[in-house]
């Protein structure tokens, strides 16, 4: 591409600038020449991607703004290399919730923006994925009688499959005989197939209807939310919804009829779901039901089929998009509704880099694009709740189970009472057996991984640790191996102990193989099945091992909480929280709202059919207010109480948090920062800025870390404050240098103060 030039009378009149937001972890944008042969007008140029050189580097940005004038000087200026995109990449709404995640969580643009382009846009691609060769029928070969290819079954089948088709790729005709490549040759030859470069398009069954018919009658409350739901997306307008429904009270039929109406009103639906929530049983249940072209859109895709369903989102192909976090982030220029399915999972709060909130951004883009939004729980995040006790958001109950079946049985066992052997109480053992004897499937939680959480000398009275992370280190007894879950670090179990060289080394506590062990040793005939992360390593390993939970195959399953999350098992009638307490005493205020949410969720996968389910929980602290409510699965009793606790303590949602966290190899810089920041800082109004401590895990992986946590009245106080932080971070000589030295982060709303 030519370079215009810059210093001649002619273009120095007309020449215009494009700012552009580079991926850069720095909170401005950069000005570029717009080449004088770019015809294209200011607003026709804003939004799209373009090439730009940048130091030694050529990155891609978008343009934001178009001047007729820059403050840089005319020697440091470059032109634009390459105009990527025909339009603005990002539809108007996706566009203006970037801005507003950038402003509201405090990131540079550039990098809001990168995140929410596939990562093969973040290079210099076109928009539209490549091609792919595809083979179609001639004009003659739609008219010759194919009993000319009696004699020729391979090329008779692939006739046959075109016929049913518009365009087949090699990919769809992979499950044929070997011989298919020379069939379609010969084919070509004669004239009636021809080979054609086309876009991937999304499969559908080809059907008329758009919605297929459900099983069942929606019960009365469904239908009272199904009916609130559907004249919120005829009406067009912005409105949040809370749908609280017990474990298996039917939510995913409630919002199938709010997306059928989007179906119908000719409008796209997103439906977001946690990290491990998207499994294949999930898209089978939308599949069987509508027969729209669906994207699907998780962590799991490559960048290929990450890019493939982010375009067919884009031109509108898809109807319904069901994805992670991340799919709140994509360009949906038909939006009618959307769906965010446990809204209360911390998966939707990304944890590096820019920490957004995917539920509260999508209320935020529900609100520009004036759509409905419904969010689903059977333990809403108590913010979400509170929303609906103060009627900013419409509150939907579904108090019963959908079908017959009644919610489980909740009973706790006293671990101070009767003590556990290896995991399990007396009371816990003789369940599981009479469980087995009644052909009924059980399942035991522990949230560790692992043989044993730590090994201990009995001589020297310590334990093994992570010499790089402030933790103990993990047995796993499998591959006879050591291994810290926070670094990484592995190592031969020692044959005596390092500090005094002892052989008296026990294992202390219990992991999920080490229950596995046990429970084998009780129920000798017993089929055990153990999902953890070390179980579903590889891609389809936990698909694959749900499915057995779901066939019934298992007897007894083993696992963390990948289990908790809306899996419907029609077996699973006992159900064994074996350690309740973790996080019962624990410093972070969030730690007993997400104790009681999921030990309602496991609970809740008890009994989901015909048969009462049982639900023991085994605690060293029964008299735990959390449990009572725990016991009679009492959301709302548990909520009330828990958000006057946080009121007296201006905790959220009565008041708003913001943490810096930093890291360091080095032990005291950290610290140092933080302390210096919190120094360098004016009082607000209406804001706490707390002292410097060192985090609950002060080493993680040989870095040193310290967080300060701000507290504040209001967003507004909040966000004034944290903007007067950054300015000095930046503009301080002694405090850029400082930070420079460290690893620092700014976490707005966070989830958890680790
Ligand atoms: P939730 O997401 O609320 O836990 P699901 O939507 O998974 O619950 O539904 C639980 C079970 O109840 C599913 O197997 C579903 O097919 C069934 N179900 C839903 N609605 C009805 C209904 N109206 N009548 C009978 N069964 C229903
Ligand atoms: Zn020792
Ligand atoms: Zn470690």
Known sequence: MPTPPIQSETTATQARYAAVAVPVPLRQVFDFIIPAHVALDDEALVGRRVLVPFGPRKLVGIIT????????????????????????????????????????????????????????????????????????????????????????????????????SLALSADDFAEMNSGWRSAIKALTEKGWVQEENVEPRLTTNDQAQLVKQSGFELNQQQQAAATHLVSRVQAKTFSVSLLLGVTGSGKTEVYFAAIQASLEANTQALVLVPEIGLTPQLLERFQARFSVPIAVMHSNLSDKERHLAWWHTKTGEARIIIGTRSAVLSSIPELGLIVVDEEHDTSFKQQDGVRYHARDTAIYRAKLAQVPIVLGSATPALESYYNALHGRYTLLELPNRASAALLPNVQLVDLEQQAAAEGLSPALSAQLREALESSEQSMLFINRRGFAPAMYCTDCKSTLRCHRCDAHLTVHRSHNRLRCHHCGYDTRIPQACPGCQSKELKDLGEGTQRVETTVQALLPSATILRIDRDSTRNKGQLEAHLDEVKSGHADVVVGTQLLTKGHDFDHLSLVGVLDADQGLYSSDFRSTENLFQQLVQVAGRAGRRDKQGRVLVQTRFTDHPLFEFVVTQDYQGFANAELEMRQQLGLPPFGYLAMFRAEST?????????????????????????????????????????????????????????????????????????????????????????
């Open 666 to 754: 080095h032990d005291a810089r950290a610290m140092q920062f933080l302390r210096a920041l919190k120094t360098q800082l004016p009082v607000f109004d209406g804001v706490r800025v707390m002292d410097a401590v060192a985090a609950p895990m002060a080493k993680r992986a040989g870095r040193y870390r310290a967080q300060l946590l701000i507290q504040a009245q209001s967003r507004g106080a909040l966000h004034t404050c944290l903007m007067s932080f950054i300015e000095r971070l930046e503009r301080h000589e002694g405090m850029r240098k400082l930070a420079g030295s460290v690893r620092w982060s700014l976490d707005v709303d966070p989830q958890d103060l680790y």
């Open 65 to 164: 703004q178009c001047n007729d004038s820059t403050n840089v000087s005319a020697g440091r200026l470059k032109p634009i290399i390459e105009l990527l995109d025909d339009e603005a990449i990002f539809d108007a709404t996706l566009w203006q919730t970037l801005a507003w995640v950038s402003r509201y969580y405090i990131a540079p643009i550039g990098e809001v923006f990168e995140m929410a382009l596939p990562t093969l846009l973040r290079k210099a691609n076109g928009p539209a994925p490549s091609t792919t060769k595809h083979w179609i029928l001639t004009e003659e070969g739609r008219v010759k009688p194919i009993e000319e290819l009696d004699r020729a079954p391979v090329q008779l089948a692939i006739i046959k499959k075109l016929i049913r």
